[in-house]
């Protein structure tokens, strides 16, 4: 279970997919070239796009939907990357998936992860400040991980006598 819960999650898939399609009604290459994520109304956009004005025009479409608190920039103008570079940037999000995923010291549901040209993009919400640390170390041991940007959101502890 996520640590978001499924209202927000729920809230979340459908900001999502209002931003996919806004993109994808602007323009087909945008759509393909953005990437989003949505975590509490935190909007992360990555990708790589041919124009710097096409990275503003995707921050200013993602800002158009409904329940957006927050949008994160991460779009890369001009890819110059090659289909190996592609291959490696799925083998490195599945495979930091995977290990986030089998670390029982890491709510691995909790994040969110995409890589684009070797940078490794992190979003959702940790369960502590050592957790996050220990997610990007992982990041970190895999071949090929040039930078881990995080926008990790660690949860804040719950103070005693409230319900949950």
């Given at each position: 279970m996520q640590e978001r819960g499924l209202k927000k999650s729920?809230?979340?898939?459908?900001?999502?997919?209002k931003i996919a399609a806004n993109l994808l009604s602007h323009s087909a290459s945008l759509f393909t070239d953005v990437s989003v994520e949505v975590h509490e109304g935190r909007v992360l956009l990555t990708g790589a796009v041919e124009k710097p004005a096409d990275r503003i025009e995707a921050v200013k479409i993602a800002w158009r939907a409904d329940g957006?608190?927050?949008?994160i920039n991460e779009i890369q103008a001009r890819d110059d990357s090659d289909l190996?570079?592609?291959a490696r940037d799925r083998w490195i999000t599945t495979k930091l998936g995977t290990v986030i995923t089998f670390d029982k010291q890491i709510k691995g549901v909790n994040y969110s992860?995409?890589?684009v040209n070797g940078k490794?993009?992190?979003?959702?919400?940790?369960?502590?400040?050592a957790e996050v640390t220990r997610v990007i170390n992982h990041a970190r041991s895999i071949s090929y991980v040039r930078r881990v940007?995080?926008?990790?959101r660690v949860k804040e502890p719950?103070?005693?006598?409230q319900g949950t």
């Open positions: 729920m809230a979340d898939t459908g900001t999502e997919t957006v608190s927050e949008v190996l570079d592609a992860i995409e890589t490794v993009y992190l979003i959702g919400i940790a369960q502590s400040q940007i995080n926008h990790v719950r103070q005693s006598g």
